[in-house]
């Protein structure tokens, strides 16, 4: 069993960060990526199921597409699930859940679907294999149906946990910030690597470290596996030399001036513990003291961060002032860059300052703005 040509993949994202990964899917050198609620489609050879798995910062996961048809009843969805070549990926010992969603779409029963699309993978199967059943023992290739507006997407998830699970962050403060969203924040600052960068609310301290891997070019699947590793249609050579490549590409002269710091001993204890399970804890400085006190000689840095949202009313007075605070600290830093994601419709208003640029972004389920508020442009050397 292997791959020959190309592969369908898809990158799924939360809603608001599609641009940010198929930016990253064409840095990786796939030029044809097509973006869609939630998705960056692609084509590329087998070994771009490695690279973008260990290469994609903010995508969820990355998945093979089998298909995509209408399917207005079941018997269609069986019959045209059926059809497609199952055997191509799946091997005969391979354990295979089948997981669904539908949105506007006839057949809006999830569980009868995903009954109905392991029921036609089973009797592809069985043409392949000569069998009449499957143990399912072996390596996992979960299968979604996903109907939107009555059209299935019938795909195998390539990447296991999500990509978020970098392998640094063992450990877990209250309400932590997804890696993957982090990233995104950063790309979206166009921060550079010879800039400074600060959090001052850096919690357990995702934002400067994944700014840290970013810095480094380390690319943050590389401490961790996937499920497609285990898959024998994939030669083990073409895992061993995206691996090899990562490893080859980064930096090996890091000058980075990442900071984070934070009112909490406790959260500050975690961020270090992370810096050093993700390798950058030499590269980052980590500092216990309040947002009042902020102070830096640095110029033309960027400021990223994520404070607390006050959602709980006993929070919100609290919140608030610490938005007040913001303004008039960060006011001070005139030549720095500010990027602050907050679920709190009021930011602007307290933080005195109304933003250049406001971008929807999801923190979870929760609906947040990405406010920018961008400095002076940096002057050019002589």
Known sequence: MCIIGSVDLIATATFGLEAVVAREVQLLGYGDARVANGRVSFKAGPEAICRANLWLRSADRVLIRMGEFSALSFDELFEQTKALPWADWIPENANFPVEGKSIKSKLFSVPDCQAIVKKAVVESLKGRYHRQWFEETGPRCTIEVALLKDVATLTIDATGPGLHKRGYRKLSSAAPLKE?????MISLSHWRAEQPLLDPLCGSGTIPIEAALIGLNIAPGLNREFVAESWPVIPENLWRDARQEARDLARRDPQLQVRGTDIDPE??????????????????????????????KRQY????????????????????????????VFKSLDTWSFYVLTAHHG??????????????????????SFYQFFGPPRPHAR
């Open 301 to 328: 840095g960027c400021i990223i961060c994520n404070p607390p949202y006050g959602e709980r009313m006993e929070d919100a007075q609290s919140v608030e002032r610490l938005y007040r605070e913001m303004g008039r």
């Open 347 to 368: 930011f602007e208003k307290l933080f005195g300052r109304r933003a250049a640029k406001k971008r929807k972004l999801y923190n979870g389920r929760i609906e947040c």
């Open 267 to 296: 959260v500050l204890s975690l961020a270090r513990y992370h810096a050093r399970q993700a390798g950058v804890a030499e590269l980052i400085s980590w500092q216990q003291a309040p947002l009042a006190e902020l102070q830096t």
């Open 180 to 184: 993957t969203l982090a990233a995104a």
